[in-house]
């Protein structure tokens, strides 16, 4: 672990976790590109703290995601999350909430915030599509993570399920204060995505609890539309969408959409926080089958951390860490953009040599 910086300023504390699958390749390259960036505008180094977590943390600690994880996580401002595969895990596990989902209930990380663009050099369905879709991410539709006790997915036979959908005024009204601030900081523009005509009374509160908060932001153009007619939307004119907000389970179909319409989900970066807190987190999963193979895309991660630093700046105060997140997006850009990609994107890179390239740009900018 690298300590304090030459002129006496305490390092940075940023947890690291692997994850499973491509993650021991892309979590490795994303700590080296974060380095380089706060190298080269001259920040403070960060102190990594390297944290069990997945299949690895099931070997050594019995769970995958240890106490001792979550205490430490506790104690920091910001982390990595790598992918996992929760899938693979032995079967008394895969009932339970994922690590990720564990982290973001326990801290409460309530905002993810998931941009969609297309990047020049990649083929895209929709070429000019620049969104962020800003999701609720504590309760709604997602029944594992909306109780504090227990699941709101039930049988009470083995014939019947039921699932219960959570909405809050104030867990609504918080998101939307996001989304909004988030637009106003873009193109101020906010479409409310809902499903009202249907779920009259929850997603009818949601967007009813958006429309209040609007008020504040009285600059900032408002529009709504259904869930299903958004998808559609996406796909015929998905350019002229700003900021969506929306809630849980609306919020991860459609970031996934986006997603490969500007490209590919292997560029959508996303990240999770709180008021405190941020975690950053690739869209993507931990694709077992080309694991350990030299051939992951890293974008995602790489973007995801900076605008983990982008957030941590805001948070801090600190430009320094914002002209290190920009650095990023543009040497990952710039390497795309000159023809270096992985296969995913119709290129011949390997995960180490897009990095190496990336790396240099963030460097040499």
């Known amino acids: 672990m690298t300590g304090a910086s030459a002129i006496g300023t305490p390092a940075m504390r940023l947890g690291l976790m692997h994850g499973d699958g491509i993650g021991h390749e892309i979590v490795p390259a994303t700590r080296q590109i974060v380095d380089a960036a706060l190298s080269a505008v001259h920040a403070p180094p960060v102190e990594w703290v390297e944290l069990p977590l997945g299949s690895a943390a099931i070997d050594s600690h019995g769970t995958p995601i240890p106490d001792e994880t979550i205490d430490a996580l506790g104690q920091l401002q910001g982390w990595i ?130 429309r209040t908060v609007a008020a504040e932001f009285p600059h900032v153009v408002v529009d709504d539309e259904h869930v299903d007619a958004m998808a559609a939307h996406l796909v015929r004119r998905g350019g002229d969408f700003d900021v969506v907000v929306t809630e849980n389970m609306f919020g991860d179909i459609l970031s996934d959409l986006a997603g490969e319409l500007s490209g590919s989900l292997g560029t959508a970066p996303s990240i999770n926080a709180s008021e405190t807190q941020v975690m950053a987190q690739a869209a993507h999963g931990a694709a077992p089958d080309i694991a350990g193979k030299n051939r992951a895309n890293p974008t995602a991660l790489f973007l995801s951390s900076a605008m983990m630093l982008d957030w941590l700046g805001d948070a801090r105060s600190d430009r320094l860490l914002s002209a290190a997140a920009g650095r990023i997006s543009d040497a990952v850009r710039t390497t795309i953009a000159s023809g270096i990609a992985t296969a995913d994107l119709g290129g011949l890179a390997s995960t180490s040599e897009f990095s190496e390239v990336v790396y240099a740009h963030t460097l040499r900018r």
Do not use: W
């Open 81 to 210: 999350l790598g992918p996992h595969d929760s899938a693979s895990y032995p079967e008394r596990f895969r009932g339970q909430l994922t690590p990720g989902g564990v982290i973001r209930k326990k801290f409460e990380l309530f905002a993810n915030i998931r941009p969609a663009a297309a990047f020049p050099g990649v083929k895209a369905m929709v070429p000019d599509m620049d969104l962020v879709i800003v999701r609720e991410n504590t309760e709604g539709l997602y029944a594992d993570r909306n109780m504090a006790v227990g699941s709101g997915e039930f049988m009470p036979t083995p014939d019947i399920a039921l699932a219960v959908g959570v909405f809050t005024r104030a867990a609504c009204e918080r998101i939307a204060r996001t989304a909004f601030a988030l637009a106003s900081r873009r193109r101020n523009h906010v479409t409310i995505v809902h499903k009202a005509n249907v779920l009259t009374l929850t997603t009818g509160l949601f967007r009813d609890a958006c």
